[in-house]
């Protein structure tokens, strides 16, 4: 039988490896950004090609490297939160708020990955305007992110039992 602690630990290590790979991701997502405002606008001002295209690719490319950013985020707790509250709070009061935080957290997320994933199937029979191609690739960017960033708040959650509980052999 795997022991709680074990599973808490497992799941930690399984959020570090996701959240080191969607952060190679996101620096991928954004050299690519980076690559493609610049050779716009040496297409555009130097060369004079008139090309359209790269201004809705650089659209596409940070909405899924923005998104994705979230769940890094969300993993090592850096966004949006109480902080200034849970100070001042003793640590019962502190956790309860935090749990009813990551409860919240996670509810909205998961609503928007649900939503999302209607969203990106609705997108399937809409087209970019320059690309031709439809418009699922980049509405597939929110349940994605969401559903990382749901499961990120989740694994967070788990990490103070972890890191405060004694491992074996230790007295607690």
Known sequence: MVKASNLRGTMWLFGEKLNWWVERVCVVLVAALVLDVWFGIIARYVLELGLTWTEELARYIMIWAALLAV????????HIGLDFLSRLLRPL?????????????????????IYGVGMAVDGASQFAMIFGMTMMVPYASVPVAAGLTALQIFIAAIKPVVETEPSEGQSG
Do not use: N
């Open 71 to 78: 769940s890094c985020a969300a993993h090592r707790r850096e």
């Open 93 to 113: 009061p502190r956790m309860i708020l935090q749990t009813a935080i990551d409860f919240l957290g996670i509810a909205f997320f998961v609503f928007l990955c």
